[in-house]
């Protein structure tokens, strides 16, 4: 090192006029209107280039009647390294095909990692990711809960409404299916 570079101080000071230079020149930009380093202006912008496979806001798909296709079977909030998915079920026993409904299903995100394990695990094809991201501003943190109404909103229901199959017909007794094993003797 030359004595030049030991002193630092010349250095330190090239460095703060590199710095001064460059943010008097973005905001010169800023207050002329002109675009600067800052190029989107969060929250009141928002960026429209998203990858075309960006996971952003979850959505519930629904059935063609609007409800949801969620059965509330809770694999999403187990698979959740956040722990940030509350959902609580209910029971329609008037509803053989899909008795058990969502009554509450709630994301925090504030603590949300984005990830899309939920999306993965879930086997109704019931929670989406969307390509734009939710809003995340908020002065309290209890205000950053995504309600169901909100995931509900999202169209159109037909693209993703999964048709359940209907219910396999009960063999008639000592009727087997054809070419499988015969009724368990175990
Ligand atoms: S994206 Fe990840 S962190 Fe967020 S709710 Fe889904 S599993 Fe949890
Ligand atoms: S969204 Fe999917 S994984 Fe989560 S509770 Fe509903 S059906 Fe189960």
Redesign the pocket.
């Known amino acids: 090192m030359t004595w030049w570079e030991r002193a630092y101080l010349p250095e330190i000071l090239r460095g703060l006029g590199i710095t001064t230079g460059i943010f008097l020149r973005n905001m010169a930009k800023w207050v002329t209107g002109r675009r600067g380093a800052v190029t989107t202006y969060y929250p009141e912008e928002k960026r429209a280039d998203f990858a075309p496979r960006n996971r952003g806001k979850h959505i519930?798909t629904q059935r063609p009647d609007g409800s949801?296709?969620?059965?509330?079977?809770?694999?999403?909030?187990t698979?959740c390294p956040a722990k940030v998915?509350e959902?609580e079920a209910g029971f329609d026993a008037n509803d053989p095909q899909h008795p058990k409904y969502?009554v509450r299903?709630e994301i925090d995100y504030s603590r949300c990692v984005f990830c899309g394990l939920?999306i993965e695990?879930?086997?109704?094809?019931?929670?989406r990711m969307e390509q734009d991201v939710p809003s995340l501003v908020a002065g309290d943190r209890w205000a950053m809960w995504l309600t169901m109404d909100e995931m509900l909103t999202w169209n159109p229901k037909q693209d993703v409404a999964k048709p359940y199959p209907p219910k396999p017909a009960r063999p008639a007794p000592g009727e087997g299916a054809p070419g499988g094993r015969g009724p368990s003797t175990h």
């Open positions: 519930l949801p296709q969620c059965i509330a079977c809770n694999m999403c909030a698979v998915i959902i969502p299903f939920c695990a879930c086997p109704e094809d019931a929670i």
